[in-house]
């Protein structure tokens, strides 16, 4: 069974721009979760998308938003650039929402604002 | 609020050494608890989890065990090899949908 892919893998934008980015689910999976990975932040949760609404949403600015499809493919959104939004994106998915699913990642999109 | 601390890296061993990584957490309910594994250039990869207390997760040589009386998932393996070479994180969800919440991760460097 395929991974999790996520297009572009790089993208290099100016302050000010918008960018989309684009995450396939593994097949069958229903919950694609986003995450921003920056050296000073870590690893943080930007929202969850199930059946094509969003169910969970992280501490990020409105800015950052995103969609989710009815083959439950999904993409983000990241208007107004800053320069503070150079980071790896990841996207997950999982079969479920439950406690005990799994999130399987993607290889990420790596996102440079100059 | 739910929190995970792992301990700091970075961690040099030596190839065959033992390697333990103390992971931590705080959460209200009852996580699951999972360990990540990162290369470099890569995404995520899935390395082991443990979803209720005594649980152990185990892969690869890597072994944690859910310890609820300590708030604990330590990662354990016996002899590291200079492929384990990564950074590894320590995360729990509590069931609130597709939220992973993760420590801050542990870059670990194996040498032969």
């Known amino acids: 069974k395929a991974g999790v892919t996520q297009t572009p893998r790089y993208l290099i934008k100016t302050r000010g721009q918008q960018v989309t980015l684009s995450c396939s689910p593994i097949?069958?999976?229903?919950?694609v979760s986003w995450y921003q990975q920056t050296p000073g932040q870590g690893l943080q949760f930007l929202f969850e998308?199930?059946?094509?609404?969003?169910?969970n949403k992280g501490n990020f600015p409105g800015r950052f938003s995103g969609r989710q499809f009815s083959n439950s493919r999904s993409e983000m959104n990241v208007s107004t650039l800053e320069l503070g939004d150079s980071a790896l994106y990841l996207c997950?998915?999982?079969?479920?929402?439950?406690?005990?699913?799994?999130?399987?990642f993607g290889p990420g999109t790596r996102l440079t604002v100059l | 609020g739910n929190s995970v601390t792992q301990m700091e890296g970075p961690v040099t061993l030596s190839e065959e050494a033992f390697l333990t990584i103390n992971c931590t957490y705080t959460?209200?309910?009852?996580?699951?608890l999972f360990w990540y594994v990162q290369y470099p250039g890569e995404g995520l990869q899935l390395l082991l989890k443990?979803?209720?207390?005594?649980d152990k997760g185990s892969n690869k040589g890597f072994e944690a065990t859910y310890r609820k009386e300590t708030t604990s998932f330590h990662l354990e393996k016996g002899s590291v090899q200079v492929s384990d070479s990564a950074v590894y994180f320590c995360?729990?969800?509590?069931?609130?949908?597709?939220?992973?919440?993760f420590g801050q991760g542990t870059e670990l460097s194996v040498k032969p």
């Open positions: 998308y199930f059946s094509e609404t969003q169910r």
């Open positions: 997950a998915s999982s079969l479920n929402r439950g406690r005990t699913d799994t999130q399987y």
């Open positions: 097949s069958g999976h229903r919950s």
């Open positions: 959460a209200t309910g009852y996580p699951s």
């Open positions: 995360a729990l969800t509590t069931g609130q949908g597709g939220k992973l919440i």
């Open positions: 443990a979803t209720k207390a005594d």
